[in-house]
């Protein structure tokens, strides 16, 4: 009979907190039409969220398995659907130059976070995932590498969180900069896909120059996006090196799996969907929110790991690094999508 109790209450804690997390990503979104968190964006509307809740509340312990479920399981799931969003033959015809000024800015941005990280004495766990979210494509890129670098849920959460909060603020800046920068709108679109962290903080921010800045600004950030999967096999190659060079009996790194379900569904999105099996803008556009409302719900689970209590130690050295890369790398590119 206990056992019974026990699988009924394992199914209870799973449904629950999946469902738990899937309510603050709801209440995520609605925060997120409120003006002036309509910018924000309900990703880090629901992190914040759920912060809050840890804080006022402390981790609800009977919802734990299902929020541990949507954390690890839904996050790999919502990686896997990124992939979608990234079509390989507009890179490939379009984007070379703009690759490998996306190769830059993903360089720069990990060694010079890591680098002023390790100068003001911060966790250099943070910094490096700051370092791949400000170089590649915020929040997705984090979630893509925390598990290989085997990153703690709550420094994964805060890293989402900083992200979030500056890409942001840049965003807003960079469409404040526009009317009276010495470039045109193309060079501006182009700068901003090279520059900014979240393909949401490059559409806000490339969406006033016009249809055609706002495209190129796409092109060269999904270029950045295109550049995630060999960067991991960099890492874990890295990481293999490190361990097998402290001892050969640790120098196994676990291939995150869902990589191989990112490369799938980019080679789907770009050359089946559309060609072989046609679909409409509507069902495009539904798979995309769906795939943000995962990726939402997934951190949410992140975010209930986070006590406030610790951040302020581990987290706000590697903020200020991350924030001086970021007006570095914006200052670089600027110059480079101006030549």
């Known amino acids: 009979m206990s056992t019974l109790t026990n699988k009924s209450n ?9 469902g738990f997390t899937f309510i603050f990503a709801l209440a995520g979104y609605l925060l997120s039409l409120i003006p002036g ?4 964006g309900p990703l880090a509307c629901a992190i914040l969220l759920a912060i809050v809740y840890r804080q006022a509340f402390g981790y609800p312990e009977f919802f734990r398995k299902g929020i541990e479920f949507s954390s690890k399981y839904l996050l790999r799931l919502a990686i896997i659907l990124y992939g979608l969003k990234l ?3 507009v890179i490939f015809q379009d984007g070379i130059g703009l690759l490998v000024k996306g190769a830059i800015t993903i360089v720069f941005a990990i060694l010079v976070t890591v680098y002023l990280a390790k100068l003001f004495k911060g966790n250099t766990q943070i910094a490096l995932l700051l370092g791949v979210g400000t170089g590649i494509c915020g929040a997705a890129a984090i979630a893509a590498v925390a598990p290989i670098v085997k990153a703690k849920a709550e420094d994964t959460a805060i890293s989402v969180g900083i992200i979030a909060l500056v890409g942001t603020v840049f965003s807003i800046i960079y469409a404040l900069l526009l009317p ?3 470039i045109s709108d193309v060079q501006y679109g182009i700068w901003s896909g090279l520059s900014l962290h979240e393909l949401a903080h490059v559409a806000l921010a490339a969406d006033p120059a016009g249809e055609e800045a706002l495209a190129m600004a796409l092109l060269a950030k999904l270029g950045r ?8 096999f960099v890492m874990i190659l890295w990481i293999r090196s490190r361990k097998s060079q402290a001892g050969a009996d640790h120098a196994k790194v676990k291939f995150p799996m869902f990589l191989l379900g990112f490369i799938a569904m980019s080679i789907i999105g770009s050359y089946v ?13 539904g798979i995309s929110i769906a795939t943000t409302f995962i990726l939402t719900s997934a951190m949410v689970g992140l975010g209930l790991n986070v006590s406030l209590k610790d951040v302020k130690s581990k987290a706000l050295r590697p903020f200020y690094a991350m924030l001086i890369t970021s007006v570095l790398v914006s200052v670089l590119m600027y110059w480079i999508a101006g030549i």
């Open 225 to 232: 996006v295109f550049l995630l999967v060999p960067l991991c």
């Open 273 to 285: 969907l559309g060609n072989a099996i046609p679909v409409t803008d509507s069902v495009m556009n």
């Open 180 to 182: 009276i920068l010495p």
């Open 87 to 89: 079509n390989i033959d």
């Open 10 to 18: 394992h199914w209870k804690s799973l449904l629950l907190g999946i």
């Open 37 to 40: 968190l309509n910018r924000v």
